[in-house]
């Protein structure tokens, strides 16, 4: 993992050298490490000096009468869904920023120990910057991953990448796994559109468009986030025209995963308003149908990835207003 301990000398550095994966810290433990007295951290979600480069988010997965209202986090493998504070938002400034290396531990229940789950690297954020409104912030967790056998959540390889059957029954699922990367993703995101095309019958999801040159296949749920399974399930999949696989791939859209109709952000700016309305994108558009095990999928988008900004430089505005100026070159 290349963060900021990897950069520079300091706190994030100590930290990176001193915590041990897996094993259970107590705040005693932390503040003796960030070398402050125990009552400056406690009763505290996040943890940081003044000045410095890290910040500790302390998560507990299971909420009791104690918690405060609207915490959601939840913790899948390596992948973990964080509600930031209510009230203090400096660790959502520092995620945007990127200047702290963010440091996970997590104990399941209150009063029990926390254990140490490594650096966090925030893949999409949720950032609600309205006292009384937690931010959602989900993170990936390299370090955790690297020491675990998350089978299902690595790279299939390309002998083991199998033919779906044209019932979408049961999926074969290689147990084998590795980690060459490139040989391997073409080869099962090859075999994942040619089911995904025949799934929609060679058509857009959306438009109809059947000139299948012109459509991607875009998995609902990341392929980061899926298991083997899920990344070459042709019911995780819409086949979409370029447009629209851009918007719902960045979370700005997403569909009912009911009645297929299109979900559009509540809150629009003038211009992005405007370009919807020119690349003739409004509130009547929905999913030509919505098959058996594609509403699953749509339900995790709808909570886990749209509205959600990936971890990038680029405005929803941006992504809009670039998809007209391409439909219009």
């Known amino acids: 993992m290349n963060g900021v301990a990897e950069k520079q000398d300091g706190y994030a550095r100590k930290l990176r050298d001193a915590l041990i994966l897996g094993e259970s810290y107590t705040l005693m433990d932390l503040a003796k490490l960030m070398d402050c007295d125990v009552t400056a951290i406690s009763r505290k979600g996040v943890l940081t000096r003044r000045n410095s480069d890290f910040q500790i988010l302390l998560v507990t997965l299971e909420k009791d009468t104690y918690s405060v209202q609207n915490y959601e986090d939840h913790l899948d493998g390596s992948l973990l869904v964080w509600s930031g504070q209510n009230s203090q ?31 966090a690297v925030p893949l999409r954020m949720q950032i609600n910057w309205e006292p009384g409104k937690p931010s959602h912030v989900i993170f990936d967790l390299p370090e955790w991953a690297a020491i675990h056998s998350f089978a299902e959540k690595k790279i299939i390889t390309s002998d083991e990448v199998q033919t779906v059957s044209p019932s979408y029954g049961k999926i074969v699922v290689p147990e084998k796994t590795e980690s060459k990367l490139l040989m391997n993703v073409r080869t099962a995101q090859t ?31 990341p392929w980061r986030e899926s298991t083997n399974e ?40 003038k211009q992005m308003w405007s370009n919807f309305n020119r690349l003739h994108i409004d509130d009547t558009i929905k999913l030509r149908e919505v098959p058996d095990g594609v509403g699953d999928f749509l339900s995790y988008h709808n909570q886990y990835v749209y509205n959600f900004k990936p971890n990038d430089s680029l405005s929803d505005d941006d992504i809009v207003e670039s998809l007209l100026i391409k439909s219009l070159a």
């Open 89 to 119: 938002k400096a660790a959502e400034k520092k995620l945007q920023d990127g200047t702290h290396d963010t440091f996970v531990l997590i104990q399941k229940a209150r009063k029990q120990p926390y254990i140490y789950y490594g650096r």
């Open 191 to 221: 075999q994942y559109r040619k089911d995904v095309i025949s799934f929609w019958h060679s058509q857009c999801a959306v438009t109809g468009v059947d000139d299948t040159d012109w459509l991607i296949a875009s998995h609902i749920k």
């Open 230 to 269: 899920e990344r070459v399930d042709p019911r995780n999949s819409l086949l979409l025209t370029p447009n629209f696989d851009k918007l719902f791939d960045r979370g700005i859209i997403s569909f009912s995963p009911k009645t297929g109709n299109i979900i559009l952000p509540e809150q629009q700016s």
